[in-house]
């Protein structure tokens, strides 16, 4: 029978913003964590936890081998979220994403086989479609994959390299996260709702690129618990497979998301540009992740709006613009 409370979980990138959020589910839900970082972006995201006997903290770095066996030590799943995250940082920083997302990912499966691990669960992205063949297709787990920049094509390699392991003793497991957003432990504002809420609150003019191009949005709390959900559920379901992870409803445009801004904070002014800077263009159907482990979706991209709002209206931001909100 399962039983969590003998389960320690090691979250790679657990100071970051969807594995500060994780971690926080899992002590919640009486798991055991462990977390390794290496704090490129701060470890205030984890004070909440310093102090909680079930949580574990390790300062390391997936490229160094004894910080990982380190972090393995007396676990049982783990839960694979720390990258190089997004376009423009892997842009700006390509031999260390390659390093990070790439090799050191095929490394820490590796090492989670000599360790006996029995869960591994990945935090991969739709933004693997890249673009879609055919105007306004829902895009499931079958399409194909069309990388388009360093950061998916990352990610669809290791996809590629963990599905190729079929005779592992690990459970794998594949989420593809829709674009995330709202708040968590730690806070971030270059993030395309996050963003664009943020400087409607604070009165500036929204600068719209690729208006009608297409996203799948969810909530970083709703992407959080799919990786719990994935750990707890029967291996028949989940060994070997991907999900989109988010709701088949809440593909948007970014018109669509300055019209939902617009209705809470009605001063909002936009001006569109007709230059394309990123060519993404993807809806995605996340009927599957919804069939196969039950996961719906707890908020709606208009209660992040609305969340994000909040924070500005009262001023609890009191550097809203520092660059620390952000991957670069």
Same mark, same amino acid.
């Given at each position: 029978m399962f039983n969590k409370n003998s389960k320690t979980v090691l979250v790679t990138g657990g100071a970051g913003y969807?594995?500060?959020?994780?971690?926080r589910i899992m002590l919640q839900d009486d798991y055991r964590v462990v977390v390794l970082d290496n704090l490129s972006f701060g470890g205030e995201s984890l004070l909440s936890f310093w102090g909680n006997p079930a949580f574990r903290f390790i300062k390391?770095?997936? *490229?160094?081998?004894?910080?990982?066996?380190? $972090?393995?030590?007396?676990?049982?799943?783990? #839960?694979?979220? &720390?990258a190089i995250v997004g376009e423009p940082p892997c842009k700006k920083?390509?031999? *260390?994403?390659?390093?990070?997302?790439?090799? $050191?990912?095929?490394?820490?499966?590796?090492? #989670?086989?000599? &360790?006996?691990i029995e869960r591994f669960v990945f935090a991969s992205t739709c933004s693997n479609y890249g673009k879609m063949a055919i105007a306004?297709?829902?895009?499931d787990e079958s399409a194909d994959l069309n990388p388009i920049s360093l950061y998916s094509e990352t990610k669809v390699n290791f996809e590629k390299y963990l599905l190729s392991h079929e005779s592992s003793t690990i459970t794998r497991t594949i989420l593809r996260f829709s674009t995330v957003y709202g708040i968590s432990p730690r806070p971030r504002f270059d993030l395309t709702v996050n963003e664009f809420t943020?400087?409607?609150?604070?009165?500036?003019?929204?600068?719209?690129?690729?208006?009608?191009?297409?996203?799948?949005?969810?909530?970083?709390?709703?992407l959080a618990r799919s990786v719990k959900m994935a750990l707890e559920a029967d291996k028949d379901k989940i060994d070997g497979e991907a999900f989109n992870v988010g709701d088949t409803a809440q593909n948007y445009t970014k018109k669509m998301l300055a019209a939902e801004i617009g209705r809470e904070i009605p001063s909002l002014e936009v001006n569109y540009h007709?230059?394309?800077?990123?060519?993404?263009?993807y809806k995605v159907n996340c009927d599957k992740i919804k069939r196969v482990l039950g996961f719906e979706i707890s908020k709606t991209v208009p209660n992040?709006?609305?969340?994000?709002?909040?924070?500005?209206?009262?001023?609890?931001i009191s550097e809203p613009m520092n660059p620390r909100y952000g991957n670069v």
């Open positions: 969807i594995g500060s959020e994780l971690v390391g770095d997936l *490229l160094n081998d004894e910080d990982v066996k380190k $972090a393995l030590e007396g676990v049982h799943y783990v #839960c694979h979220l &720390a920083f390509p031999d *260390l994403a390659l390093q990070v997302n790439w090799h $050191a990912s095929v490394r820490l499966y590796e090492l #989670c086989e000599e &360790a006996g306004d297709d829902l895009l943020r400087d409607a609150a604070l009165g500036k003019p929204l600068l719209i690129y690729g208006e009608n191009f297409w996203r799948p949005y969810c909530h970083v709390s709703d007709p230059v394309v800077t990123d060519p993404r263009d992040g709006i609305q969340e994000i709002a909040s924070l500005f209206r009262e001023q609890v």
